[in-house]
């Protein structure tokens, strides 16, 4: 059997991205294992393929910030003791970044990665014993594919996109009720049916960039052109102020009670909303990702970003770009505002293409073709 340790340690997009290549290689090769180095906070994604046997928890977002207590409490220690416990056959830095081939120079195992062409940041090249050339101008999930592959000695071929998740992912035993009596989601028992259950829109309204949110009162719009086609708008939350926009979205809806904020989840916890639901629609954010990787149905909404080489990718993906002569920038912060006169100012102004209205009519569309 082949042992691969993976360094894929973060964003959450980027380690959704890497499943694939690891469908394919047990397609392809048949009797391979694979251990994972992942920072603590998505350690639940590589769990849910079922070729991943030990996932090692780091935590360089939060080492970084307290060097000397991570230090003198063995934490470090206790992480380079896991981290060095087994002999790889293979070790594939899938980052391609310094802290990611540092880590993989640590493990014992002949090191992989990308060239200093290909790499995020060419020095961590150095670090690896078989740089591998891998073209920059496709999808992420492409590259970490086409990684693996040469890594492994295979080849892609026709070899089919599968996460490699869906099919071991337990279907949840409860869904959201229809009649909410407060902002917090209430939930029952699933003993009925999911055809008995209300058709049900999921809302991935938050993320990073201030620039890449789309304007809270085309969310309350979307919402109630939605809710009144009798689905139920479904809010996830995963801090204070996502918290706090849900919340509003639901207060200023025409159709409240027929939005529901739910209670803050586990990546596991939302992925089974995810699951139940009938479509998603989403900013430029990590659990877009999540969305596509069990192909459920997905809007994907792109302002200053562009989904060419990192979006939403897989089956039921529908991405919706803003046709202004400035985007895409990838800028963080924008001073352009456009005043419209039902909405207000909107801003980022790119945002100002992708209205409620055009975002209805692509998510009734993209339902249609799911119920042909």
Not at 324 to 353: L, N, V
């Given at each position: 059997m082949?042992?691969?340790?993976?360094?894929?340690?973060?964003?959450?997009?980027?380690?959704?991205?890497?499943?694939?290549?690891?469908?394919?290689?047990?397609?392809?090769?048949?009797?391979?294992?694979?251990d994972?180095?992942?920072?603590?906070?998505?350690?639940?994604?590589p769990?849910?393929h079922?070729?991943?046997?030990n996932?090692?928890?780091?935590?360089?977002?939060?080492?970084?910030?307290?060097?000397?207590k991570?230090?003198?409490?063995?934490?470090?220690?206790?992480?380079?003791?896991?981290?060095?416990?087994?002999?790889?056959?293979y070790?594939?830095?899938?980052?391609?970044l310094?802290?990611?081939?540092?880590?993989?120079?640590?493990?014992?195992?002949?090191?992989?990665?990308?060239?200093?062409?290909?790499?995020?940041?060419?020095?961590?090249?150095?670090?690896?014993?078989?740089?591998q050339?891998?073209?920059?101008?496709?999808?992420?999930?492409?590259r970490?594919?086409?990684?693996?592959?040469?890594?492994?000695?295979?080849?892609?071929?026709?070899?089919?996109?599968?996460?490699?998740?869906?099919e071991?992912?337990?279907?949840?035993?409860?869904?959201?009720?229809?009649?909410?009596?407060?902002?917090?989601?209430?939930?029952k028992?699933?003993?009925?049916?999911?055809?008995?259950?209300?058709?049900?829109?999921?809302f991935?309204?938050?993320?990073?960039?201030?620039?890449?949110?789309?304007?809270?009162?085309?969310?309350?719009?979307?919402?109630?052109?939605?809710?009144?086609?009798?689905?139920?708008?479904?809010?996830?939350?995963?801090?204070?102020?996502?918290?706090q926009?849900?919340?509003?979205?639901?207060?200023?809806?025409?159709?409240?009670?027929?939005?529901?904020?739910?209670?803050?989840?586990?990546?596991?916890?939302?992925?089974?909303?995810?699951?139940?639901?009938?479509?998603?629609?989403?900013?430029?954010?990590?659990?877009?990702?999540?969305?596509?990787?069990?192909?459920?149905?997905?809007?994907?909404?792109?302002?200053?970003?562009?989904?060419?080489?990192?979006?939403?990718?897989?089956?039921?993906?529908?991405?919706?770009?803003?046709?202004?002569?400035?985007?895409?920038?990838?800028?963080?912060?924008?001073?352009?505002?456009?005043?419209?006169?039902?909405?207000?100012?909107?801003?980022?102004?790119?945002?100002?293409?992708?209205?409620p209205?055009?975002?209805?009519?692509?998510?009734?569309?993209?339902?249609?073709?799911?119920?042909?």
């Amino acid at each position: 059997m082949k042992k691969v340790l993976i360094i894929k340690t973060s964003s959450l997009g980027d380690v959704i991205h890497t499943l694939p290549a690891l469908t394919d290689a047990k397609t392809a090769l048949g009797d391979i294992q694979f251990d994972w180095v992942v920072e603590e906070n998505f350690a639940e994604i590589p769990a849910w393929h079922p070729d991943v046997k030990n996932i090692i928890p780091v935590a360089i977002r939060r080492w970084r910030k307290q060097i000397f207590k991570t230090i003198f409490s063995g934490e470090w220690k206790k992480f380079k003791q896991q981290l060095q416990q087994e002999q790889y056959d293979y070790v594939i830095d899938a980052q391609g970044l310094l802290k990611s081939a540092l880590i993989a120079r640590l493990a014992r195992g002949q090191r992989y990665g990308l060239d200093k062409q290909s790499a995020r940041e060419p020095l961590a090249s150095y670090f690896y014993q078989y740089p591998q050339a891998i073209d920059k101008h496709q999808h992420a999930v492409e590259r970490v594919r086409q990684l693996f592959a040469r890594s492994l000695g295979y080849q892609l071929n026709d070899l089919p996109l599968n996460y490699g998740i869906a099919e071991y992912i337990t279907l949840p035993d409860h869904t959201i009720s229809t009649d909410p009596v407060d902002n917090e989601a209430n939930v029952k028992n699933n003993s009925d049916s999911k055809d008995d259950a209300s058709r049900q829109i999921l809302f991935l309204h938050g993320t990073t960039w201030a620039t890449k949110h789309w304007p809270e009162q085309y969310w309350v719009e979307l919402a109630d052109r939605m809710s009144g086609t009798d689905y139920t708008i479904v809010l996830p939350w995963g801090n204070e102020a996502e918290h706090q926009r849900a919340l509003r979205i639901k207060q200023k809806s025409e159709r409240e009670r027929q939005v529901v904020v739910l209670d803050k989840m586990s990546l596991n916890e939302l992925l089974k909303q995810i699951i139940n639901v009938d479509a998603v629609v989403a900013v430029d954010t990590g659990l877009a990702h999540l969305s596509a990787a069990i192909g459920k149905p997905t809007v994907a909404l792109y302002g200053p970003t562009s989904p060419g080489l990192t979006g939403t990718y897989g089956k039921n993906q529908l991405h919706l770009q803003a046709d202004i002569e400035c985007a895409p920038c990838f800028k963080k912060k924008c001073i352009k505002t456009k005043y419209d006169k039902k909405y207000g100012d909107i801003a980022p102004e790119c945002f100002s293409h992708l209205t409620p209205a055009q975002v209805a009519e692509s998510l009734h569309e993209l339902l249609s073709r799911q119920a042909s």
